[in-house]
């Protein structure tokens, strides 16, 4: 059983098209992430919940949108997608200050 | 603003001998400090944290690392590389207050050579 698994795996888009990223953990945990990771592999988190309430919101822009309709599941939506969106997108599930599981990534190409 | 640096981008180590992967972090409360691996292609691995209680810490895989509050480090070591452990790692450090944020340093590149 995947512990936490995120949907697509790849996702190849236009520019200025609009898509989402879905994650689920089954682990029980009460807080999830988004995380970002850049090709130089330098990892920023986005966004985090607890418990479905929105507890950390980097400095992102307005077109990215998460979304988490219970605490198992937390999704990513972008709007309005720019090259600078390339990157590999990572789901993590954590509980409240310990060690987080990461999903195995979402790599977004936008062209 | 909490901290955490990598200062090695990459490590070079003999299959067989020990290796050490450094951190240092900078956190105004009590540290949160965790040690994750990435291999290509793939999430991020937990593979040890430091909370409280002992110094050394020992994690998975016969990874462990020391926690130095007046060095302000948590290096990553092992006694013996294995070729299969050539990977990415990274160290995270958050402030044990509230619901304070993850900080990932750069990832240092581990490659162990045959």
């Known amino acids: 059983d995947t512990a936490v698994s995120q949907t697509p795996k790849y996702l190849v888009t236009q520019m200025g098209n609009d898509k989402s990223i879905k994650c689920e953990q089954n682990?029980?945990?009460?807080?999830m992430y988004w995380y970002k990771q850049d090709s130089k592999k330098f990892l920023k988190i986005m966004f985090s919940?607890?418990?479905?309430?929105?507890?950390i919101n980097e400095t992102v822009p307005n077109r990215f949108s998460p979304k988490s309709p219970d605490k198992a599941h937390l999704n990513l939506h972008i709007n309005s997608l720019e090259l600078g969106d390339s990157a590999v997108y990572f789901c993590?599930?954590?509980?409240?200050?310990?060690?987080?599981?990461f999903g195995q990534g979402t790599r977004l190409t936008v062209v | 603003a909490q901290s955490v640096a990598q200062p090695e981008d990459q490590v070079n180590v003999a299959e067989g001998n020990p290796l050490t992967v450094k951190c240092t972090y900078s956190?105004?409360?009590?540290?949160?400090l965790f040690w994750y691996v990435q291999y290509p292609n793939r999430g991020l691995q937990f593979l040890l944290k430091?909370?409280?209680?002992?110094?050394l810490v020992k994690g998975s895989y016969g990874f462990e690392a020391e926690f130095n509050k007046s060095q302000t480090s948590f290096h990553l070591k092992k006694p013996s590389a294995l070729v299969s452990e050539s990977a990415l790692f990274f160290c995270?450090?958050?402030?044990?207050?509230?619901?304070?944020?993850?900080?990932f340093g750069i990832g240092t590149k581990l490659q162990v050579i045959p």
């Open positions: 993590a599930s954590s509980q409240l200050r310990e060690e987080a599981f």
């Open positions: 682990l029980g945990h009460d807080t």
């Open positions: 919940y607890n418990n479905k309430e929105l507890i």
């Open positions: 956190v105004s409360g009590n540290p949160y």
């Open positions: 430091y909370i409280t209680g002992d110094n």
């Open positions: 995270a450090v958050r402030d044990g207050r509230g619901y304070q944020k993850v900080t």
